[in-house]
Every structure is written in structure tokens, then in C-alpha cells.
């Protein structure tokens, strides 16, 4: 199993931008489909976007398309998120998942490598 750690939440004030990071080792980084969920308090995580392995293919939530772009550097074993325009309801904690094989898909359940969470807070 791959191991994930992500950096780079904090606050930021509404219209301002963040970039999350995560690092990816324990594995080869292109046997996996890697995305973003996002979990605010009290509700379920969600998926937010996705990457298949080489890139060649993304995925977004519409709640997040336009503003948010997700990346891949195989050289490095990262993925990356780069949020834009960021409103208050994008309060969550943000986490790196990865899911093996070629297919991508919004399914949490599908996903089986997480990891600690990184939390972003938008300031209204």
C-alpha cells in the first residue's frame, strides 16, 4: 500500500488562493489513481477531484470546477491541488487518497490508502 502525507492547508480569507500537496511513497506512484475528498464538520467526505495515472485524464466535483485544479508529478511521487477563489463552504479538512488500477471514480468506498488530513479554513 502506498503511504500519503499532505501539506499545505491554513487559513485564507475568501477569493484568496491555496495549494495542497501530497507525498506519496511505500509503492509505485503510477499503479494508482490518485484524488482529493474533503470532510467539513458534521458532514460525509466527499470527492472533490481526480487524476488518473499519467495525467491524461481529471475528474472534478461541480462544486469545485473552474476554481480547483488537481496535478501529478510521477518524478516526484506527488499530487497536488490548486484551489482558486476559495469560498467559505470550502471549510474541510482535505484528504490525499489513492486507489489502485486505471479507473477513475468519485467512490470513497473505491479509494483504500488515505492520509492525515490537512485542514483548510476560508474566512468569509
Known amino acids: 500500500q502506498v503511504q500519503l502525507v499532505e501539506s499545505g492547508g491554513g487559513l485564507v480569507q475568501a477569493g484568496g488562493s491555496l495549494r495542497l500537496a501530497c507525498a506519496a511513497s511505500g509503492d509505485i506512484f503510477t499503479n494508482y489513481v490518485m484524488a482529493w475528498f474533503r470532510q467539513a464538520r458534521g458532514k460525509e467526505r466527499e470527492f472533490v477531484a481526480g487524476i488518473t495515472w499519467n495525467g491524461g485524464s481529471t475528474m472534478y466535483a461541480d462544486s469545485v470546477k473552474g476554481r480547483f485544479t488537481i496535478s501529478r508529478d510521477n518524478g516526484k511521487n506527488a499530487v497536488y491541488l490548486q484551489m482558486n477563489n476559495l469560498k467559505f463552504e470550502d471549510t474541510a479538512v482535505y484528504y490525499c487518497?489513492?486507489?489502485?488500477?486505471?479507473?477513475?471514480?468519485?467512490?470513497?468506498?473505491?479509494?483504500?490508502?488515505w492520509g492525515q488530513g490537512t485542514q483548510v479554513t476560508v474566512s468569509s
Open positions: 487518497s489513492a486507489r489502485r488500477g486505471t479507473i477513475l471514480t468519485k467512490e470513497v468506498s473505491r479509494f483504500n490508502s
